[in-house]
């Protein structure tokens, strides 16, 4: 069982760079790899970011890539998001997932726990 809590959002203003953090339970963080999603208001949940144990492999969505970079330390058991040049659009609930597979996914179905989400809000 993992617990995730995330943190590190709130009101931005665009072109900001906040980082957000998800801190997880357990003894075996290092066998998971982990995503980042998000859901904008009225919209699907969507894949932003994942990261493979070791933290040699990513994966990145079209509409982050190049702005946003995930990244891990396994001595911490934690998961960040750097968020640069942050627009409008990327106003969203983000949620921080780890999956019990070494194969970074985009799906949110491969994903075994979830964290309650934060709350990302750009003003223009």
């Known amino acids: 069982q993992v617990q995730l809590v995330e943190s590190g959002g709130g009101l931005v203003q665009a072109g900001g760079s906040p980082r957000l953090s998800c801190a997880a339970s357990?003894?075996?963080?290092?066998?998971?790899?982990m995503g980042w999603f998000r859901q904008a208001p009225g919209k699907e949940r969507e894949f932003v970011a994942a990261?493979?144990?070791?933290?040699?492999?990513?994966n990145y969505a079209d509409p982050v890539k190049g702005r946003f970079t995930i990244s891990r330390d396994n001595a911490k058991n934690t998961v960040y998001l750097q968020m640069n040049s942050l627009k409008p659009e990327d106003t969203a609930i983000y949620y921080c997932?780890?999956?019990?597979?070494?194969?970074?996914?985009?799906?949110?179905?491969?994903?075994?726990?979830w964290g309650q989400g934060t709350q990302v809000t750009v003003s223009s």
């Open positions: 357990g003894r075996t963080f290092n066998m998971y790899t």
């Open positions: 990261i493979s144990w070791s933290g040699g492999n990513t």
């Open positions: 997932a780890a999956a019990r597979s070494n194969m970074i996914s985009t799906r949110e179905v491969r994903y075994d726990y």
